[in-house]
């Protein structure tokens, strides 16, 4: 009888000790920043904030308070969680909760909407309301058809980032995009991206718009199925010359388009007439399908990550005049491989060929740049959805943004919630508890073993 009873008092001992060490750890790690008391999982990292926002946290020199609107029982823990991680990394952001049940006074101070997120920065006077419903984005297709809400994207680096961007930035920029000659419509990725970067899109028709806006900061001509004009070629000619910024994606075209190869003859580029492809580096057999190879030194390619790529279809090539004009430097950032081919209705030429170049010229106050990329499909939603990992929309804004020296690029796509293993968020704080209280367990029953020889 006193055995047993000494076995069970060794018993309630142990038990005692692993208990006050299960809950003297959850006070510790209640008390343990956000990143540190939850790992990313995911397959593609959808809650792990990237070296875009780490940056943009670690310059800010205002403060700025996020609002979580809501009530707090319906709102998504990963959401509240990756609030909580900006809060983490810079000093200089406040995360506060508005429950908007009990409190529905301070939503309509704050002049808020429920359900959603509130950046706010005082110091600007400015605000950006983000719906968390653009925050976790589902299938309406399928809830349409099957009745059954499914997740798709994952957009809260995307839409935080932008917000505290834009509450604390006071720039503003203005970008045309042309129409009238078949342009291919930007996207919703692009526009989307364009938006989170602070820059406001416009079309203009040079025909019917009486020219260039003059506070047109960025003219985009994307794809046109048809030339120039004459007078729209001077037009576009007298805005760079003025110290204008163009982006050109220009595509394939079967028809002859002198008026637009003469914008970029004068600034040391030449549209060849046919279509690229490459011998050694091309997707699925198809060597019209291209994995372009990135020139480093660019700053369009730099920050570009090196494990991942781009791929563009069926691209115009490009190729640099022998003789520069004056005071024109080119800078190829994008080209086939030594296996290179301009493929025309007469033959195969084999060379390397440009797919993107930035041409600078230096101007009497200032300089112009025209920006030329090969293809539409380096923006085109149906490839970068279908491959999330491609570089294509990170070429695009750092060139896009490279035209303003008060401007950084700060869009961050959104990240895929197809693959159900994306969805594992809480397994990494518990992995730690775990760990740290199999070396308590294992000491307290030392001391047990230590006890019961000592007794005996």
Same mark, same amino acid.
């Given at each position: 009888?006193?055995?047993?009873?000494?076995?069970?008092?060794?018993?309630a001992i142990l038990s005692?000790?692993?208990?006050?060490?299960?809950?003297?750890?959850?006070?510790? $790690?209640?008390?343990? +920043?956000?990143? *540190?008391?939850?790992?990313?999982? =995911?397959?593609?990292?959808? &809650?792990?904030?990237?070296?875009?926002?780490?940056?943009?946290?670690?310059?800010?020199?205002?403060?700025?308070?996020?609002? $979580?609107?809501?009530? +707090?029982?319906? *709102?998504?823990?990963?959401?509240? =969680?990756?609030?909580?991680? &900006?809060?983490?990394?810079?000093?200089?952001?406040?995360?506060?909760?508005?429950?908007?049940v009990l409190h529905p006074d301070q939503v309509k101070q704050l002049n808020a909407e429920n359900n959603t997120i509130l950046v706010m920065c005082e110091d600007n006077g400015k605000t950006e309301t983000i719906q968390m419903s653009d925050i976790i984005k589902y299938d309406q297709m399928s809830y349409y058809y099957y009745g059954q809400a499914k997740e798709t994207e994952f957009d809260?680096?995307?839409?935080?980032?932008?917000?505290?961007?834009?509450?604390?930035n006071d720039v503003q920029k203005n970008i045309y995009v042309t129409e009238g000659h078949g342009e291919a419509a930007l996207g919703t990725l692009t526009s989307d991206m364009?938006?989170?970067?602070?820059?406001?899109?416009n079309t203009i028709n040079f025909l019917t718009g009486g020219g260039i806006p003059e506070d047109c900061e960025l003219l985009m001509i994307n794809a046109p199925a048809s030339d120039l004009a004459d007078d729209e070629k001077t037009m576009v000619t007298d805005y760079l010359d003025g110290g204008g910024n163009v982006l050109l994606i220009a595509g394939y075209s079967?028809?002859?388009?002198?008026?637009?190869?003469?914008?970029?003859?004068?600034?040391?580029?030449?549209?060849?007439?046919?279509?690229?492809?490459?011998?050694?580096?091309?997707?699925?057999?198809?060597?019209?399908?291209?994995?372009?190879?990135?020139?480093?030194?660019?700053e369009i390619t730099t920050g570009i990550d090196r494990k991942s790529t781009a791929l563009i279809l069926q691209s115009a090539a490009f190729s640099q005049l022998e003789t520069l004009p004056d005071e024109v430097t080119v800078e190829p950032f994008m080209e086939t491989t030594d296996g290179g081919m301009l493929v025309t209705e007469n033959g195969q030429t084999p060379g390397t060929y440009i797919l993107g170049a930035t041409a600078v010229k230096t101007l009497d106050s200032g300089t112009a740049r025209l920006t030329v990329f090969g293809t539409p499909s380096l923006i085109d939603d149906g490839l970068n959805s279908t491959f999330t990992n491609l570089t294509n929309l990170d070429l695009f804004m750092n060139a896009v943004t490279a035209n303003f020296e008060d401007v950084t690029n700060v869009s961050i796509p959104s990240k895929s919630l197809e693959?159900?293993?994306?969805?594992?968020?809480?397994?990494?704080?518990?992995?730690?508890?775990?760990?740290?209280?199999?070396?308590?367990?294992?000491?307290?029953?030392?001391?047990?073993?230590?006890?019961?020889?000592?007794?005996?």
């Open positions: 009888m006193t055995r047993k009873l000494k076995k069970g008092g060794y018993a005692v000790i692993v208990i006050a060490a299960v809950v003297l750890l959850n006070m510790i $790690v209640g008390r343990l +920043p956000e990143k *540190v008391r939850q790992w990313d999982l =995911s397959g593609t990292q959808i &809650y792990t904030v990237g070296d875009t926002t780490k940056e943009l946290l670690a310059s800010l020199d205002k403060d700025v308070t996020i609002y $979580v609107v809501a009530d +707090p029982s319906a *709102v998504d823990d990963r959401i509240t =969680s990756f609030v909580n991680r &900006y809060a983490d990394l810079s000093d200089h952001i406040k995360v506060e909760n508005v429950d908007s809260g680096e995307g839409q935080l980032t932008s917000a505290v961007s834009y509450v604390t364009l938006e989170k970067s602070g820059l406001t899109v079967d028809k002859d388009r002198p008026n637009l190869n003469a914008v970029m003859t004068a600034y040391g580029l030449n549209m060849e007439n046919g279509l690229a492809a490459d011998t050694k580096s091309y997707y699925q057999n198809n060597p019209y399908y291209i994995f372009p190879t990135l020139v480093s030194g660019s693959v159900t293993y994306n969805t594992v968020t809480h397994g990494g704080m518990w992995g730690i508890v775990f760990i740290l209280v199999i070396p308590v367990i294992t000491v307290a029953a030392g001391l047990m073993v230590w006890l019961k020889r000592r007794r005996l």
